[in-house]
C-alpha cells in the first residue's frame, strides 16, 4: 500500500510511548507555571496548544490527549515545502495567528525542526503577544546544519539527515496517515 517507503525509524508503538513521556515533561511543566500564577490545571484559558498545521495534526493529536488539564487549540499554518520539494523554501504564515495569546502558557508543537526557520518565525510572533509562558515542541530534531538557532524544550527523537515521512509529515501532500515515521524511497523524488 506505501511502496515508496525505504525503511522505518520509529514504528507505532515507539512513538506511542515517547508520546506518553513527552506529554509528562509538558505536564510538570505547565503545572508548575499554572502554580506561580495561583492556578490549577482546572482553571480555564490559561494553557493553549498550538499546532503548526498540516504536519503536526497526529503528533498533537496524541499529545493532547495526554495531557489532563483545562486547554485549548490555536491552529497555524506555516508553508515552507510547497509540492514536491525535500528542501525547506524559507517559512511564511498561510494563516492569521491567534490573537489571544497574551498572558496564556503556550506550546507551540510542530512535526520536525529542520532549518529552524518554521519555529523561529512562529516563536518571534507569539512572543510580540506577552505569552505568560512560550515552549516549543517537536516530535523529530533533524540532525542538520540550523540556517537558525532556535531553542526546542520537548524533541521526540533526534534523526538523521534524511527525508522522512509518515505521523502527519507528508510528500507532496500524501503519506501523513502512513502510522509510522519512515524514510521515503529516493527514487520517489523527483529529480531536478
Ligand atoms: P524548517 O522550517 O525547520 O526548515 O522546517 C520545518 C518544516 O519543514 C516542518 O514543519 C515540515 O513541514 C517540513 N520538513 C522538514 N523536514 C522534513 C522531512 O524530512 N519530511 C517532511 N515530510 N517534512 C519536512
Ligand atoms: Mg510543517
Given amino acids: 500500500m506505501f511502496p515508496e517507503i525505504q525503511r522505518v525509524l520509529y514504528t507505532r508503538d515507539q512513538i506511542a510511548e515517547r508520546v506518553r513521556t513527552l506529554a509528562d515533561e509538558m505536564v510538570i511543566d505547565l503545572k508548575a507555571d499554572l502554580a506561580k500564577d495561583g492556578h490549577t490545571e482546572l482553571d480555564e484559558d490559561r494553557v493553549i496548544i498550538i499546532p503548526i498545521m498540516t504536519g503536526a495534526m497526529i503528533f498533537v493529536a496524541d499529545v493532547v490527549r495526554e495531557l489532563p488539564m483545562k486547554l485549548s487549540l490555536g491552529l497555524v499554518a506555516v508553508s515552507s515545502y510547497p509540492g514536491e520539494s525535500v528542501r525547506s523554501k524559507g517559512a511564511h504564515f498561510a494563516t492569521e495567528l491567534p490573537t489571544n495569546l497574551g498572558g496564556k502558557h503556550i506550546i507551540v508543537l510542530d512535526d520536525i525542526l529542520d532549518s529552524g526557520q518554521t519555529l523561529a518565525l512562529v516563536k518571534e510572533m507569539i512572543a510580540k503577544q ?52 519512515a524514510v521515503l524511497d529516493q527514487s520517489a523524488i523527483p529529480k531536478r
Fill in 130 to 181: 506577552n505569552p505568560a509562558s512560550l515552549r516549543l515542541g517537536v516530535m523529530l530534531d533533524k540532525q542538520t546544519d540550523r540556517t537558525v538557532d532556535v531553542h526546542v524544550d520537548y524533541v521526540g527523537f533526534e534523526i538523521p539527515d534524511e527525508f522522512v515521512v509518515g505521523y502527519g509529515l507528508d510528500y507532496n501532500g500524501y503519506y501523513r496517515n502512513y502510522p509510522q515515521i
